[in-house]
């Protein structure tokens, strides 16, 4: 039975990637910051319960640890926890853009860091990074969310190059809008007072970004990606996701760059007139 360790798996995409983990025979290593607070992953029998923030290396180490010696060994380790941060770049503080960064760049980097030593001595291995379609095409009011997640993707790509040798994979999936938390309570909206000049384009490109996260499918769908991808035993880089990620990945690659932008800002910033 394989094992697959996931980070951020008390809500959205993590939690339900390892239901379906679970479901489908492995055994899963759901981690995150406060695991006590969980209260459905740890009744299935094959999930148990880590503490680890990407944050902290010694938790990362202790969950990894601590996973190897519950269920005998470690096949896949999943980069899935995340913080969104949208708005105006101008109204973003040093600490909202600090955060975005050392979650979703750092926190990816702590994880891959710790597991490497071990799927290098067992010379076999998968890493699979949640990023987003926003890590190869952007749209307004998600600059630093875009740079966290493009900052994801290079990293990947080059360091896929050194790890091949060890029969390690490295793997990107890249959800379009899928309707989750990011959305309503995790995300976190840049606001700063006194700051008025982009109140309206913010307001209409923010409504219209919602209204695309509402009626996107669930994470159900990101769960069965992320699921052929720890089966997948080739070194395929990359896996769009949802009924966006794919199309738009696709036109960004084949349209010049003007026509692509205007395309986004039509739609994106469909009701804002300026004066």
Request: proline fraction near 4%.
């Amino acid at each position: 039975m394989k094992t697959i360790l996931i980070t951020g798996a008390s809500s959205g995409i993590g939690k339900t990637a390892a239901q379906y983990f679970a479901q489908n025979g492995w055994n899963v290593a759901a981690t995150m910051r406060r695991p006590e607070q969980e209260q459905d992953l740890g009744k299935l029998p094959n999930v148990k319960l880590f503490r680890l923030d990407v944050l902290d290396s010694a938790t990362i180490r202790q969950a990894i640890h601590d996973t190897i010696a519950a269920f005998g060994g470690l096949d896949v380790v999943v980069n899935n926890a995340g913080y969104g941060a949208v708005g105006i770049f101008e109204a973003a503080s040093a600490e909202q853009i600090q955060r975005q960064f050392d979650t979703n760049v750092f926190g990816v980097m702590n994880v891959v860091r710790e597991i490497l030593p071990y799927f290098r001595e067992k010379r076999d291995g998968t890493i699979i990074n949640v990023t987003s379609m926003g890590g190869l095409v952007t749209f307004p009011i998600y600059s630093i969310y875009h740079a966290t997640k493009w900052a994801v993707e290079g990293f990947a790509e080059a360091l896929q190059f050194e790890l091949r040798p060890f029969n390690i994979r490295v793997k990107n999936i890249e959800p379009g809008a899928i309707k989750t938390d990011f959305y309503s309570r995790s995300q976190d909206l840049f606001r700063k007072e006194g700051l008025t000049a982009y109140d309206k384009y913010q307001r209409v490109t923010f409504e219209n970004s919602q209204k695309e996260g509402q009626k996107a499918p669930g994470p159900e769908v990101v769960a069965k990606k992320i699921f052929q991808a720890a089966n997948d035993r080739s070194f395929r880089l990359r896996y769009p996701v949802g009924s966006q990620s794919p199309v738009l990945l696709t036109l960004r690659r084949l349209l010049p760059l003007s026509w692509f932008t205007g395309m986004v800002g039509g739609y994106v910033e469909r009701g804002f007139k300026t004066a």
